[in-house]
């Protein structure tokens, strides 16, 4: 019998201090965002530099400069992406929503063609769209995208379950192919039923932070969720 591959366990670092922490607790990947308050937004080109400095780990750097799913400044999404990738970065995290609800291609193309052959993840963008399938048909193309971080529904995981499980069955279909990183709303408790429908990727915020948002990242909690998914 075939061994069950190792989960993706993805963490959010603020700043060093988590990146140290999520990495000693066994995380495999840490997304880098700053102003949580705003749902995550592209840290500073200094913070990146910090952090890569500081861990082993992947580093996938939000690209996101306000609020809400409209890209907005597409031109100064571009020139943040060519900064970070001078200074090193090579995974990204992106996604943007026209005024209708499907997926801004123009942005994200535009942006991805700077990515020049980067592996990025279309972020929780996918939960708020008016057609998941459309909008994964849509980037089905695209080059670098790798994963979709997703709760299923925008009101987190308990209610988009049914829609992950769905998807996850779908696996290897046109725009099915990127793997599943599921997160928003995500709690231990979910995980077995995640595990057992072939989900093999996990994002984990405010749950690596005992102290909430306000403190930072804690190694034994990261530790928890690697000793859950490794069983």
Not at 207 to 224: D, F, H, K, L, N
């Amino acid at each position: 019998m075939s061994k069950r591959r190792r989960a993706v366990l993805e963490v959010i670092a603020l700043g060093v201090e988590d990146a140290v922490a999520a990495e000693a607790g066994g995380a495999d990947r840490l997304e880098l965002v700053t102003d949580m308050a705003a749902d995550g937004l592209t840290p500073a080109v200094e913070t990146f530099a910090g952090i890569r400095a500081a861990v082993d780990v992947s580093l996938r750097v939000m690209l996101r400069l306000a609020d809400g799913f409209a890209a907005g400044d597409v031109d100064a999404l571009v020139r943040v992406a060519g900064e970070l990738r001078t200074a090193g970065a090579d995974e990204f995290v992106l996604g943007f929503l026209d005024e209708h609800g499907g997926v801004d291609l123009t942005a994200v193309e535009r942006i991805v063609a700077e990515l020049d052959g980067c592996r990025w993840t279309f972020h929780r963008a996918i939960d708020r769209a008016a057609d998941r399938d459309a909008l994964r048909k849509q980037l089905a193309d695209l080059p670098g995208l790798d994963a979709y971080l997703t709760a299923g529904s925008p009101d987190g995981v308990d209610d988009g379950l049914p829609t992950l499980l769905v998807e996850a069955a779908r696996r290897g279909e046109p725009g099915y192919e990127p793997q599943i990183m599921v997160g928003g709303g995500l709690r231990l408790d979910h995980v077995p039923q995640l595990r057992a429908a072939g989900i093999d990727a996990f994002h984990i915020g405010g749950a690596a932070r005992p102290g909430g948002w306000t403190g930072p990242v804690s190694a034994e909690a990261v530790g928890e969720w690697r000793r859950v998914l490794d069983q």
